[in-house]
């Protein structure tokens, strides 16, 4: 049961996932044929504004019976939403963003929500639960890849809108599978289920409660260089003086890197106290960023972009167990959710800084990512509890 639970929601989390990593580059090439060029940043931000809304939706999913019909629900909405945004996108602007918030408002259940559930199918085994959040990460990395190629492909022999919209029917397919996924085990022996926690108490525990809160905090400060990883690669380019093209291949070998991770984590699960998985995390970040400051050739760039998608992957892995081992009964997937947008929002902040800073070039950028990381690996040295938490 647990082996299928898990094929179940591999498939179901890669058509969501992948539905919602393919809508923003799909939405973007769609905007300037259906003559919105000037609006585009804002309809892309429709999208990914909202995720910061999603405690108030994961409140749902935590009080839900049903949590399957709750991610279902989502994923059918957000397709739908999507799918009724780019066929109005050449009538009205208007109408077409409201549907973009409406997908967007959904999106966060189909990442943080999701990832929420998987421990109710595998059950309380530890080992088992971290080859799961291997496999959780793998999915986001394969979406991410996946989603943004399938788009780009589909748009190039057809259309933009056409891509779009077979995003959107990968996020209905996706909303099928979900409920197939077997019946929520409980946390406890308990039958009964764990009362819900309110929002603003569950919102509080990001900061009150010792693990979360470091886990918060380490998440939020690395998103920003790590969401600027794509313009890191522009700016190293640039210094190296190499061709526009090989920026490519840095934000390639970052993405092969996190993909090569997180299907290793998936065989050789993680192991250790989840406080000390997130300080070993940032302790990779780190390193990657810190060996930035010694690159002086192409594929030398490439070797280090890996090593950072390897961090990426490590850390994110770690973050899902930390958010496992740390959330109380009742409030996991407001946990889940919340983390979730903050690293979407800190990580957008990390792109808008770089591309302002994008002229001092790619070894001040690959210093300011070190500091940051050093910065929050020494908060958590100092921070850390004088005895495990769980």
């Known amino acids: 049961m647990r082996t299928r639970g898990l094929v179940v929601y591999f498939i179901g989390a890669c058509l969501l996932r992948g539905a ?6 799909g939405v973007v090439l769609a905007a300037r044929p259906a003559g919105a060029g000037d609006a585009t940043g804002l309809l892309a931000a429709c999208i990914t504004l909202p995720h910061l809304a999603g405690p108030v939706a994961a409140q749902l999913l935590d009080r839900a019976r049903s949590k ?9 909405v957000y397709g739908i939403a999507l799918a009724g945004a780019i066929l109005l996108l050449p009538i009205t602007l208007i109408a077409a963003a409201v549907g973009l918030l409406i997908a967007g408002l959904a999106g966060p259940l189909l990442t943080g929500g999701l990832s929420s559930q998987l421990a109710t199918i595998v059950g309380t085994d530890e080992r088992a639960r971290r080859r799961a959040q291997g ?11 996946a989603g943004p190629a399938v788009i780009a492909v589909v748009a190039s022999t057809s259309s933009p809108a056409v891509a779009v919209l077979t995003a959107a029917g990968a996020a209905v397919a996706g909303a099928i599978v979900v409920l197939l996924l077997p019946a929520a085990r409980q946390r406890s022996g308990s039958d009964d289920a764990p009362a819900t926690v309110g929002l603003r108490s569950a919102l509080g525990m990001l900061m009150r409660m010792p693990g979360l809160r470091r886990t918060t905090i380490a998440t939020a400060v690395t998103a920003i260089p790590l969401g600027a990883v794509p313009l890191l690669a522009v700016g190293t380019v640039d210094a190296l003086d190499a061709t526009a093209a090989s920026s490519a291949l840095l934000t390639s070998a970052y993405g092969a ?10 065989v050789v699960p993680l192991r250790g106290q989840a406080d000390r998985l997130i300080r070993w995390g940032v302790v990779v970040v780190a390193i990657g960023f810190v060996l930035g400051l010694a690159i002086f050739s192409v594929p030398i760039s490439a070797a280090v972009f890996a090593l950072l998608g390897v961090a990426t992957g490590v850390l994110f892995t770690a973050s899902l167990a930390a958010r496992a081992a740390f959330s109380p009964p009742g409030a996991e997937a407001q946990i889940f959710v919340s983390m979730a947008g903050i690293k979407v929002a800190f990580s957008s902040i990390g792109t808008a800084v770089a591309g302002a800073l994008l002229g001092l070039g790619g070894h001040a950028l690959f210093a300011i990512a070190a500091f940051l990381t050093l910065a929050i690996l020494v908060y958590l040295f100092v921070d850390r509890a004088p005895q495990a938490s769980r």
């Open 257 to 266: 890197g996190n993909l090569t991770v997180s299907l290793l984590l998936i």
């Open 135 to 145: 496999m959780d990460a793998f999915t986001y990395g394969v979406s991410a890849t």
């Open 20 to 25: 919602d990593a393919a809508a923003i580059i």
């Open 68 to 76: 399957k019909l709750v991610l279902s629900a989502a994923g059918l």
